[in-house]
């Protein structure tokens, strides 16, 4: 069994990055960037009015008359005199010897003339050229995640196709013979099964979408045919239940007679202590505990980290906040303690019912507050670290 820290060192040293791909822009909403970005061109490209009014070089004068006009998409290149003015819209080019761009709500127009009745100020409402950015800029970082304002930034650019790394696909291997779907009869001493819809729904929120769920029965030559299919077709396998001790938990033994390799196996913390994780050539397997809190425990502290850097975020891990608890706590187990809590902008209080088999808590919860395996007590009002999950 091994301390927390070090499970966390274990799963970073082996959660490499996935393959790279291009693809188009449009198509690349939650991948993570490859490649460092440049600009290939100035944006804006020319100089630009930021808004309809009059374009004019700039003086005392306050009596222009109207020469032109330009709109967006043209390029009329008047040459203007200090006594003339370019009727001008937004997004339009600017000429060249215009400076500023008075609205059109600060005039007095006819067709022939303006009156500026509110001067503005020289360059006012004039954007320049490569004021956003400049060609050759760097546009996005690698590892820097494609949003859809990130995606429309490319597109402004003339950008359509980048580099990102693939998402794993992901498996969810469910093993319990108690196990029922929801929606379907209840039996005697059955439960319904809800770790695979939790595990999907948070694989979900950080954009993993190719998952596969499948249900095992409680035998040792059921899971080995089971995990012998998974492992050959998928990034990332999820196992629910079966990890322990018990004369019915087989998943370790299939594991490694599918040649999956150890790489840690139960860790010094609660909930969550029988964990078991591995790896098979590129795969990575995380066996996680039947009880829900548990597996869903483990999925923030080891499995979010490790699909993120698969991912290829830069920041993998949760953040960590501090905040004041709300009332003491004494730790006499010895182990690292994950508890559900809510924390607001100064304080965290910690839920009852922290039942590795209870649901209900952690629904209301909005963080992991963490109790170190070698802090015994702590006092009302000090300071703890927490792992928000909201």
């Known amino acids: 069994m091994i301390q927390v820290s070090e499970a966390l060192k274990i799963v970073a040293e082996n959660s490499s990055n996935m393959p790279v791909q291009k693809i188009l822009v449009r198509k690349a909403l939650g991948f993570v960037l490859a490649e460092t970005l440049y600009s290939p061109i100035d944006m804006p490209p020319f100089r630009q009015s930021a808004m309809d009014g009059y374009a004019f070089i700039h003086s ?29 819209f937004t997004g339009a080019f600017v000429p060249h010897n215009a400076d500023t761009v008075v609205m059109q709500e600060h005039v007095m127009a006819n067709d022939k003339s303006i009156l500026i009745t509110n001067m503005p100020k ?25 949003t859809p304002a990130a995606i429309g930034f490319l597109a402004c ?15 969810i291997l469910v093993t319990g013979n108690e196990l029922v779907k929801p929606g379907k009869k209840l039996g005697k001493g059955k439960i319904y099964e809800s770790n695979s819809l939790m595990l999907e729904a948070a694989l979900q929120t950080i954009g993993i979408k190719k998952i596969k769920v499948n249900k095992v029965k409680d035998s040792l030559k059921a899971t080995k045919k089971a995990l012998k299919s ?18 019915y938990d087989f998943v370790k033994e299939a594991l490694l007679e599918n040649g999956v390799e150890e790489l840690f196996y139960k860790i010094n913390q609660k909930p969550g202590k029988p964990m078991f994780f591995g790896s098979k050539k590129d795969t ?36 960590k906040l501090v905040r004041k608890i709300n009332s003491g706590f004494t730790n ?10 809510i924390y607001d902008e100064t304080h965290v209080t910690v839920l009852d019912g922290q039942s590795s088999a209870m649901l209900n808590t952690f629904a209301m919860a909005n963080s992991l507050l963490i109790v170190p395996n070698d802090t015994e007590t702590i006092k009302k009002g000090q300071l703890v670290t927490l792992l928000p999950i909201d």
């Open 60 to 88: 005392e004068r306050h009596q222009y008359d109207i020469v032109g006009i330009s709109q967006a998409g043209d390029h009329s290149n008047v040459n203007l005199n200090p006594n003339e003015a370019v009727r001008i």
């Open 122 to 146: 020289q360059f006012t409402n004039v954007r320049n050229k490569g004021e956003q950015i400049g060609k050759e800029d760097v546009v996005f970082e690698a590892n820097t995640l494609i």
């Open 157 to 171: 650019l003339g950008i359509t196709e980048i580099e990102v790394y693939k998402k794993p696909k992901v498996a």
């Open 230 to 247: 998974i492992l050959k077709k998928y990034d990332i396998v999820l196992i629910s239940g079966g990890i322990s001790v018990g004369d």
């Open 284 to 319: 990575l397997v995380f066996a996680l505990p039947g009880n829900p809190a548990s597996s869903l425990t483990n999925f923030y502290v080891y499995v979010y980290p490790a699909i993120k850097n698969r991912m290829g975020f830069s920041d993998t891990h949760l953040p």
């Open 332 to 341: 006499t187990t010895g182990k690292t303690l994950f508890l559900k809590a």
